[in-house]
């Protein structure tokens, strides 16, 4: 069975703008949960979705958004771009009836 | 929110010892307890993961344990090799078993193993 997946792996961009990262979950997999890396910070949860429904969202700004597909693709989106927010994006995947979730590669951005 | 601490932040134990690594959390209604492997440029890994309702789990040379009461967990690795050589982090959550947390996984700062020759 194929493991998560996130598109794309790289993605350079410039203060301001607004970038998409995109995440398919394992097959069968209903929960997706973003997740944000910095050296400085460490791993930090910004939300999680479960068949198509947003339940939960950590403490990031308004900036910070998502939504999931009824084929459980998830993206995420962020607006108004920070030097700041130059980080590794992962997402994670979960099976209904299990506590486990499984990460995908992440999306290395980095803002200039 | 919970809070979760790990320590230490770097260890260096020789090939063949034991290596031990501690977490603690800060809310009681934690249940579900993750350890996560993660090599440079790689995706944390899921090596084992406990629950409230179990004191200790183990598989082959990784070991977890949980003290509910005192609020903190460790993972023990026994006969250590160079490929256990990465970032470990632990983490805590409120899972409601819909394969999500109910408030997302909160992670400790990581600690870095490295497995001298």
């Known amino acids: 069975k194929a493991g998560v997946t996130q598109t794309p792996r790289y993605l350079i961009k410039t203060r301001g703008q607004q970038v998409t990262l995109s995440c398919s979950p394992i097959?069968?997999?209903?929960?997706v949960s973003w997740y944000q890396q910095t050296p400085g910070q460490g791993l930090q949860f910004l939300f999680e979705y479960f068949s198509e429904t947003q339940r939960n969202k950590g403490n990031f700004p308004g900036r910070f958004s998502g939504r999931q597909f009824s084929n459980s693709r998830s993206e995420m989106n962020v607006s108004t771009l920070e030097l700041g927010d130059s980080a590794l994006y992962l997402c994670?995947?979960?099976?209904?009836?299990?506590?486990?979730?499984?990460f995908g590669p992440g999306t290395r951005l980095t803002v200039t | 929110g919970e809070n979760v601490e790990q320590h230490p932040s770097t260890l260096s134990v020789q090939e063949g010892d034991s290596a031990v690594i501690k977490c603690t959390y800060s809310?009681?209604?934690?249940?579900?307890f993750p350890w996560y492997k993660q090599e440079l440029g790689k995706r944390p890994q899921l090596i084992i993961d406990i629950r409230s309702n179990v004191g200790e789990k183990k598989d082959q040379r990784i070991a977890v344990t949980l003290n509910k009461t005192a609020k903190h967990f460790s993972l023990h690795i026994t006969e250590t090799q160079p490929e256990d050589s990465a970032v470990y982090f632990c983490a805590a959550s409120r899972n409601d078993g819909t394969g999500g947390g109910a408030d997302g996984l909160t992670f400790g700062k990581g600690t870095h193993l490295i497995i001298q020759p």
């Open positions: 097959s069968g997999h209903r929960s």
């Open positions: 994670a995947s979960g099976l209904s009836g299990t506590y486990e979730q499984y």
């Open positions: 809310d009681s209604a934690s249940n579900y």
